[in-house]
T-cell receptor, first 114, second 114 residues
Framework: DTEVTQTPKHLVMGMTNKKSLKCEQHMGHRAMYWYKQKAKKPPELMFVYSYEKLSINESVPSRFSPECPNSSLLNLHLHALQPEDSALYLC?????????????FGSGTRLTVV | KNQVEQSPQSLIILEGKNCTLQCNYTVSPFSNLRWYKQDTGRGPVSLTIMTFSENTKSNGRYTATLDADTKQSSLHITASQLSDSASYICVVSAVYTGANNLFFGTGTRLTVIP
């Protein structure tokens, strides 16, 4: 298995909702990442998990809450989002943090906040 | 400052024609450079990855070149197909850990028309 699987593919949520994005990989990668990508812009790093520990939080608002239950799973919990948070959310993984050879992106979750 | 610049921003070509996309970077110390193809609303898919010592690498109709002295890379697409319509993103990684070490270009939007 050489894929990073993200669910759901599409999500529409209200500003008072609580939802979660899920990311899963079975490549034995020990680093996992969340990115946010707005239209026609490059992905922006949000969080890095290394060996299931949060290693980087790029000053992301607390309405985004990451969680790494085990080495294969990465969640992003969403609460009280704003319409400007609408974007494509990408998960990625690599063998180790900083190791870019096996860097693999998921297909993303298209999030719309209404 | 670590930067990755791509040109052109957008490109329209006829099906069957060749094209070349450019990437200039100032990332240091350099680790590797990767070209991704990203369809609208989907995650980036890796096309090639090149290290300091590699000048050329091919993947089917895609050929990437790297000049580490001038810090330039190109992606050449041969005999373009309609399915090549996508954004092509150049990503350069630096040799360090403990911080974000991946730097994204803003991409070239390629449209192939019949």
């Amino acid at each position: 298995d050489t894929e990073v699987t993200q669910t759901p593919k599409h999500l529409v949520m209200g500003m008072t909702n609580k939802k979660s994005l899920k990311c899963e990989q079975h490549m034995g990668h020990r680093a996992m990442y969340w990115y946010k990508q707005k239209a026609k812009k490059p992905p922006e790093l949000m969080f890095v998990y290394s060996y299931e520990k949060l290693s980087i939080n790029e000053s992301v608002p607390s309405r985004f809450s990451p969680e790494c239950p085990n080495s294969s799973l990465l969640n992003l919990h969403l609460h009280a989002l704003q319409p400007e948070d609408s974007a494509l959310y990408l998960c990625a993984s690599s063998q180790n943090w900083g190791d870019n050879y096996g860097y693999t992106f998921g297909s993303g979750t298209r999030l719309t906040v209404v | 400052k670590n930067q990755v610049e791509q040109s052109p921003q957008s490109l329209i070509i006829l099906e069957g024609k060749n094209c070349t996309l450019q990437c200039n970077y100032t990332v240091s110390p350099f680790s590797n450079l990767r070209w991704y193809k990203q369809d609208t609303g989907r995650g980036p898919v890796s096309l090639t990855i090149m290290t300091f010592s590699e000048n050329t690498k091919s993947n089917g109709r895609y050929t990437a070149t790297l000049d580490a002295d001038t810090k330039q890379s190109s992606l050449h697409i041969t005999a373009s197909q309609l399915s090549d319509s996508a954004s092509y993103i150049c990503v350069v990684s630096a040799v360090y850990t403990g911080a974000n070490n991946l730097f994204f270009g803003t991409g070239t939007r390629l449209t192939v028309i019949p």
